[in-house]
């Protein structure tokens, strides 16, 4: 096949890129968070590849929306043959992936929670975040919603309202009401400042002393109503650093909700699709959401795709009648292939056992690093969602500076594994973005997994 590229696509240089680039793109994006941003040419499996094909190992993957590597085959060749049968439709009318997909999403949570429910498409995190919130609103007749400090839930005008975020408001404001943010259990660091092995869920228990006066702002105990109906978590911390709550949390947390008729949200959409070890995180916890947010990885980071799974009782027609959310990209065919082929995939393979597995190789493999590199305070994580919380010499305060220093390091590719020129793609995150997130994909190796802890343990030695 002759190809369509013009001279200009074959032989543009990173720097004539980057000028355009600076001239030509909005700097509202997160690229100019960096001062040198990086090109990237090609991709496959766990690496990134610049112009001069040097491999990255990547630790994040396209914030966790390619789970299951880049470039993954099976997915790709789903893709193509939906493009050359259906690649368009209006989504006014019915096409099989759409309704196919549907069903291995609701049967998957029914068989998690014995729970039958409804999906609902978009594009996006944040859209299907979105449509939650109508979901939401439709069924409780309130607003407000309880959410993490820590949280991040798009950034779109009514997400950023219960994203924590200020400074996402700060400039734009917001149309929806703002949430009540309530502390996440953030051990390393609590809020409380409690000891997570004698604390008994202090934190829950402030948290249901809120209700118990009509003065608190949240409750009038005379008839037990409360002005929040919703309380969205993700069950890991995802931007804000890759944060697990402790074991038996959310069902500590989850009796207060029951207590009050306050519906659970659980926000997937970074964590979802075997990240933790389960296809969602909140099984790690053994509660069932009311309400469940996806994104990303659902198509591997290909067609973008996102959605929601309520409980029927929420999502019945009745209650979500049609137009109730709706966008013209909403149920695409090509995404929806997508996802298809992801939940094939997760129903013939073993994730539960290898991510796990996987996970706590990499744990391990983060721990004995810990023991000679005092700027790491604290290791930790579920399934491949693990972390490294860089501190300056006290052993406690964040030093964001270093962990800046180490991400810009792996990325200059001048590094060397088993002889090959190679870098190492990292993100930070958490409160003072102090905190090294790996994020690998779910068929990583042993080998790969060594390459990692490596090029770490040298980016350190050559940044501390
Ligand atoms: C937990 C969570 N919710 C919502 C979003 C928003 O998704 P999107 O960026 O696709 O709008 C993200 C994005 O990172 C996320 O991590």
Redesign the pocket.
């Known amino acids: 096949m002759t190809s369509l590229k013009t001279d200009i696509e074959n032989t543009i240089t990173d720097e004539e890129l980057l000028e355009l680039d600076s001239k030509y793109c909005s700097f509202g994006d997160t690229v100019h968070y960096s001062k040198n941003p990086k090109v990237f040419h090609r991709c496959d499996g766990a690496y990134m590849y610049d112009a001069d094909d040097t491999p990255y190992l990547d630790m994040q993957m396209y914030?966790s929306a390619a789970n299951f590597g880049y470039n993954n085959r099976r997915i790709i060749d789903a893709v193509i043959e939906q493009m050359n049968t259906l690649p368009q439709i209006t989504p006014k009318y019915v096409h099989k992936y759409k309704v196919l997909l549907s069903e291995k999403l609701c049967k998957a949570c029914e068989t998690r929670f014995g729970e039958a429910g409804r999906i609902n498409f978009n594009v996006?995190?944040?859209q299907a975040?979105e449509d939650m919130i109508k979901l939401v609103r439709a069924n409780t007749h309130r607003n407000s919603f309880f959410a993490f400090q820590g949280g991040?839930?798009?950034?779109t005008v009514a997400t950023t309202a219960i994203s924590s975020n200020f400074k996402y408001r700060e400039k734009y404001g917001h149309y929806g009401d703002r949430a009540h943010f309530v502390p996440f259990p953030y051990c390393f660091r609590c809020p409380f400042d409690k000891k997570c092995d004698s604390c008994d869920f202090y934190c829950v228990k402030h948290f249901e002393r809120q209700f118990d006066s009509e003065y608190k702002g949240l409750c009038n105990p005379s008839d037990n109503e409360t002005e929040y109906k919703a309380f969205i978590a993700?069950p890991v911390l995802?931007?804000g650093g890759y944060i697990n709550a402790p074991e038996g949390y959310f069902k500590e947390l989850k009796k207060v909700l029951d207590k009050f008729g306050i519906m659970f949200i659980d926000?997937e959409?970074?964590m979802g699709f075997y990240r933790t070890g389960k296809l969602w995180a909140i099984e790690n916890y053994g509660v069932t959401p009311d309400v469940i947010c996806f994104?990303?990885s659902l198509t591997n980071g290909m067609n973008p795709l996102?959605g929601f799974w309520a409980k029927e009782k929420y999502i019945n027609p009745e209650k979500f009648p049609p137009g109730s959310a709706h966008s013209t990209f909403c149920s695409n065919p090509i995404g929806t292939r997508a996802g298809y082929e992801v939940m094939k995939m997760i129903e013939e393979e073993n994730f539960d056992v290898t991510v796990p597995e996987k996970g706590k190789y990499f744990l391990d493999g983060l721990k004995e690093i810990q023991k000679h590199h005092k700027c790491i305070g604290e290791v930790g994580g579920l399934g491949l969602a693990l972390r490294a919380e860089l501190v300056c010499e006290d052993g406690i305060s964040p030093n964001r500076e270093l962990c800046g220093k180490v991400l810009a390091e792996g990325l200059k590719g001048d590094l060397t594994y088993k002889g090959q020129k190679c870098g190492l793609i990292l993100h930070n995150g958490g409160f003072y973005k102090n905190i090294i997130t790996f994020v690998p994909n779910v068929y990583i190796t042993k080998d790969e997994i060594d390459m990692a802890l490596e090029l770490l343990d040298v980016l350190l030695t050559r940044c501390e």
């Open positions: 914030f996006g995190g944040a975040v991040y839930h798009g950034k993700e995802g931007t926000d959409i970074q994104a990303k996102s």
